[in-house]
C-alpha cells in the first residue's frame, strides 16, 4: 500500500473525519483532504489527484451513495477505489452501494484493525 | 396468543438486571392503553453497548427501565434521531458531562474537559451509529425502519421532545465514568 496515496475523507460529522484520519495517520498516510458532503467531495475530486474515497452515506446536500454514483460515471474518476465508511448496513443499502460499484464497504461503529484490514485487501494487488 | 401487560413496574415487567434486556413471553407490554414493542426497543439497547464499546471501549451497566413523563433530559448533552418504518419512532440519547467527556476523550486519543461543538457533533455520530446498528439488528428480525439525520441539544435541564407520539421508554447506563440514558418513544400500535 503507497502511504504517499492522497486520500478524501467525505463525512457530515467532524468527528468521524477525525476519527479516520487519526487511524490513518497512525498507518503512515499523510496524505489526507476532508469534505463534509457529497458535493463538496466532488469538487475536490475533480480539482485534486484523488487515490481513495472514503465516504459516508447519509449526509446533507449530496449522500454517499449520489457521490458514488458520480464517481463511476466520470471517465476522469471511474477506477478511484471508493469505500463507503455508514452506519447504513441494511441489505438493501450494501446491494445498492456494491451495484453503484463500491469497492469495499465498512460498517460503522469500527476498529482501526477493521479499516486498516479494509485497506489492505483494495490495495494488496 | 400474545400475552400483554398492564404496567412497567409490576412483576409482569420482567427485566433482566444483567444485561440489561427485556424479557418476557410477549414481545408487547401496554402502557396507560399503549402498546409498545419490546422487540424493537432492545436492538438499541444492543447497538448503544456495542456502539461504545467499539468506538471508546466503555462498558456501561444497564439499569432498571422506567416509563419517562416529561421531556426534561436527564444529561447535560443528548443526541436524538428518527426513525420510520413498520411503526414510527424517536430515539434519545443522553450524557451526563463527566460520562461523555470520558467517551470522546477515548474516541480522539486525548484529553477534553468541556462539552464543546466537538463533543456535540460527537454525540451525532454516536447517535448516528446507534440508530443504524439498531436498524442492522431490527432487518434481521424481519422490521425495516430507515433512519433520520441526528440532531444534538445540550444545557442543564435541556428539553427533548419525542419527533413522533407514543409512550417513551427509559433505560438508564452506568459506567465508571458516568451514566447516561437512553430513551425510545414509538408511535402506539393500533
Known sequence: MDLNMKVLIVDDFTTMRKLIRNILKQIGFANMIEAENGKAALKVLKKENIDLVLCDWNMPEMPGIDLLKAVRSDDELKDIPFVMVTAEAQKDNIVEAVKAGVTNYVVKPFTAETLIEKLNAIFKG | MKRTYRTLNDCEMQHNAEVGLFTRPSNFIIMEGQTLDVKIINPFINATLNVLETMAFIKSDAQKP??????????????????????NGTVFITFDESCILKIVSNMFGEQINEINDEIKDAVGELTNMISGQARKELEEIGKVFQGAIPSVVSGKNHEIKPLTKGPKIAIPFKTDFGNFTVEVSLESKS
Not at chain 2, 421531556?71 to 420510520?84: I, L, P, Q, R
Open chain 2, 66 to 87: 422506567y416509563l419517562k413523563k416529561d421531556n426534561v433530559a436527564k444529561g447535560d448533552v443528548s443526541g436524538v434521531v428518527g426513525f420510520t418504518g413498520e411503526t
